[in-house]
């Protein structure tokens, strides 16, 4: 096989699906892992395809067509540096790196500069649509070096989501700002998410709607002004079964959630920025400490909260996966296929 046009690093869920999108588009693609099953589980799912796997990371280097293009996709913070540290005996002055995680801009600044000094153009790119998006089409938020975009945009205007208005991807500017912007739009989406929560929490304790019941209401408002990806998995959510045979499975996800840094880093830019966000500290009440206060005790003595359909929002787009009430571990569930 001759050069690859481009590649990745890192073949988890967004990895490998990212990979699948851009051979599907034309480009070949080199694909390494740290770890070699991976590896081994991505070529045998991609025979007859642009894609060539590697356990060597000196090979995997070698095989990309020059200057490279390689996209990361690993787990923020130290894993980032350690890769980077890596791959840097291996690359050339012009070789452009991609960082496409939920990484802080702060530390997307700082490795711009120092690779910049040794000739190596270092990239952010948020990443949006999680599994489903990786794999058919994604929102992508580049930012970097301008040449380096240019060299980038071939590539991204065809794996990006389509739209009416055209792609979903746009060089959003120098540094650390692509990664800026997936901050602040991960921060958004978690204060819709919770406002959505609060609304099936309402109509489902105070109006006494019942899941089927609740599925029409999300498909009506998406119908509407209220149209979106969020309202139009929730209505999903609430049609799909448990496989253990329990019942609605949203009833048997703990409610709990968590998240994964995003949306406590768009808070601290606020506060820094001295900006108001109380949708995404408190989810938009009127009496911020009064009522943040009052809610905090009032969910504090009730049995149950609505966090079980937040993480059975998170898992339908992004397999970020939901715990259970009846037994331990963690489960993913195909949500498009049960609904």
């Avoid at 740290?34 to 090979?59: H, S, T, Y």
């Avoid at 045979?245 to 968590?258: R, S, Y």
């Avoid at 009440?285 to 079980?308: F, H, I, K, Q, V």
């Avoid at 963690?330 to 609904?339: E, G, I, N």
């Amino acid at each position: 096989m001759s050069e690859m046009a481009i590649g990745m690093i890192g073949l988890g869920v967004m990895g490998r699906n990212l990979a699948l999108n851009m051979e599907e588009k034309g480009f070949s693609v080199a694909a390494w892992d740290a770890w070699p099953e991976p590896v081994d589980r991505f070529i045998a799912a991609a025979q007859g395809k642009q894609i060539q796997g590697f356990k060597d990371l000196e090979a995997f280097v070698k095989s990309i067509h020059r200057p490279r293009r390689i996209i990361l996709l690993v787990k923020a913070g130290e894993v980032v540096d350690k890769t980077i540290a890596a791959l840097r005996p291996f690359l050339e002055p012009g070789d452009l790196l991609v960082d496409g995680g939920n990484e802080y801009y702060l530390n997307t600044e700082r490795r711009t500069k120092e690779l910049a000094a040794v000739g190596i153009r270092y990239f952010g790119m948020g990443v949006s649509g999680g599994e489903l998006g990786a794999r058919n089409g994604p929102s992508l938020m580049p930012g970097g070096d301008k040449e380096g975009y240019q060299e980038l945009e071939p590539i991204l205007m065809k794996i990006a989501a389509p739209h009416a208005d055209g792609p979903c991807v746009t060089y959003i500017g120098p540094g650390g700002s692509g990664h800026y912007v997936k901050m602040i739009h991960n921060g958004i989406e978690y204060g819709d998410m919770q406002l959505i929560a609060e609304a099936y929490d309402v109509l489902k304790n105070l109006g006494g709607l019942s899941n089927a019941e609740l599925a029409d209401v999300f498909d009506a408002w998406n119908k509407v002004e209220l149209e979106s990806y969020l309202i139009e998995i929730t209505a999903k959510i609430f049609r799909t079964k448990d496989p253990e045979g329990k019942g609605d499975l949203v009833e048997m996800i703990v409610d709990a959630t968590a998240q994964k840094g995003t949306g406590k880093w768009t808070m601290q830019e606020a506060a820094e920025l001295g900006l108001a966000a109380p949708t995404i500290a408190t989810a938009g009440l009127p009496l911020l400490t009064t009522s943040a206060s009052l809610g905090y005790y009032d969910s504090s003595r009730r049995e149950r909260l609505p966090a079980n359909l937040t993480q059975a929002q998170r898992d339908f787009f992004g397999s970020h996966t939901y715990k259970r009430l009846d037994k331990e571990g963690d489960f993913h569930t195909d949500w498009s296929a049960s609904s």
